[in-house]
C-alpha cells in the first residue's frame, strides 16, 4: 500500500510558478504510474499531467507547455511544476499512484493552489 503526502501549494500571481511535491511515506512509487489531477470549486476532478514508471509523460491541453510532471524514484515523489500560472489554474491538486498490474490507485489528500492578484 502507498500513501501518499502533498506539498507546495499557496498563493500565487498570475504568470508565477509553483513546484507541487507529492511524496510517498509509505510504499515505493517505482512500478507506478504517478499523475496530478486538479479540482475547481463545483467542477469534476479532471487529469492534468501524467508520468508513467517508464518516464512517458502526457498533459492536459490545458497546461501543455506551462507544467512539467517528473519523479525521482530514489527519494519516492513525483513533482508538478507549473510555470505561467492563470487564475483558472485555481485548484486543488491531487497526487494519484496507479500500479498498472493490480489497479490499484491511491491519492493524496490533495493541495490548494490559488492564483489571484
Known amino acids: 500500500q502507498v500513501q501518499l503526502v502533498e506539498s507546495g501549494g499557496g498563493l500565487v500571481q498570475p504568470g508565477g510558478s509553483l513546484k507541487l511535491s507529492c511524496a510517498a511515506s509509505?510504499?515505493?512509487?517505482?512500478?507506478?504510474?504517478m499523475a496530478w489531477y486538479q479540482q475547481a470549486p463545483g467542477k469534476q476532478r479532471v487529469l492534468v499531467a501524467v508520468i508513467t514508471n517508464a518516464g512517458s509523460t502526457n498533459y492536459a491541453d490545458s497546461v501543455k507547455g506551462r507544467f512539467t510532471i517528473s519523479r525521482n524514484n530514489a527519494e519516492n515523489t513525483a513533482y508538478l511544476q507549473m510555470s505561467n500560472l492563470k487564475p483558472e489554474d485555481t485548484a486543488v491538486y491531487y497526487c494519484?499512484?496507479?500500479?498498472?498490474?493490480?489497479?490499484?490507485?491511491?491519492w493524496g489528500q490533495g493541495t490548494q493552489v490559488t492564483v489571484s492578484s
Open positions: 509509505r510504499g515505493e512509487i517505482d512500478y507506478y504510474t
Open positions: 494519484n499512484a496507479h500500479h498498472p498490474f493490480s489497479d490499484s490507485d491511491y
